[in-house]
């Protein structure tokens, strides 16, 4: 019973390793295509495993260089220049009438007058704005100065905004005493000592009218009027009585 049991086991064991030498050829045939033999006398077949096809990885591609351009700075809108206009200066009068002459100064000719009710365009000044140069309303074209410091002119706008304007000097005019009395000359009240007490005897006027008073007159009148204009030099000769001197 024995044997009959171990006869049935070996059988059994044949069969199981029969088995598994079939399962062994049929998994070296399905794995030929993945094996390669290299037979030669004397040397052992190795297994060379074929190469996995291997998905290539994409190529990381270098994001383009972005291109800085550098812009200029803004430049600030440039404004053309432009020359500011003088404002508009004028005088008028009231009250009386005022001189206009050559010149910035009482020492210059008169060339004209600027007539009570008048008013005239202003075109220049002096270095002190006590003169300004205007055009003559009465004479279109032509240009003279008057003063700005009388009780007769009103000056509209700012006379330092014009032009300061420059004129040769004039020639000095003179009043000069050749008698034995002293003279006085109105209306600048100066007084000329006689010819005796040079150089007080003599003195520079503006251009224009004056009246001599003899002090040693008892009337207390004018004994001459003398008018001056540039480069003038007057005299004077006789005295109240009619006494004539002249100077030496």
């Excluded at 033999?37 to 190529?59: F, N, Q």
């Excluded at 055009?135 to 279109?140: A, D, G, N």
Aim: proline fraction near 8%.
């Amino acid at each position: 019973m024995i044997s009959k049991l171990k006869l049935q086991m070996s059988l059994i064991l044949l069969s199981l390793i029969a088995l598994g030498v079939q399962g062994c050829a049929l998994s070296s045939g399905d794995v030929s295509d993945a094996v390669s033999v290299t037979s030669t006398p004397g040397e052992i077949p190795t297994w060379t495993p074929r190469p996995e096809e291997l998905t290539a990885l994409p190529t990381a591609t270098k994001p383009a260089s972005v291109s800085k351009t550098e812009s200029a700075p803004p430049t600030g809108t440039n404004t053309p220049f432009t020359t500011p206009t003088p404002k508009t200066v004028t005088i008028s009068i009231s009250g009386g009438n005022l001189n206009i002459r050559r010149g910035p100064s009482i020492n210059y000719n008169y060339v004209g007058v600027l007539y009570d009710g008048e008013t005239a365009l202003a075109v220049g000044r002096d270095r002190i704005s006590r003169w300004i140069l205007i055009e003559i309303p009465s004479k279109p074209g032509a240009r003279g100065w008057v003063t700005t410091e009388t009780e007769y002119t009103d000056v509209e706008g700012d006379p330092s905004n014009l032009p300061f304007m420059e004129e040769k000097p004039a020639s000095p005019a003179y009043i000069r005493n050749c008698t034995r009395h002293t003279m006085r000359i109105s209306p600048t009240g100066v007084e000329l000592l006689s010819k005796f007490d040079e150089p007080y005897n003599e003195e520079q006027f503006g251009v224009g009218t004056y009246q001599v008073y003899d002090l040693e007159n008892p009337h207390n009148e004018a004994i001459l009027d003398v008018s001056l204009s540039e480069g003038k030099t007057v005299d004077i000769i006789y005295d109240w009585a009619g006494e004539k001197s002249k100077c030496e």
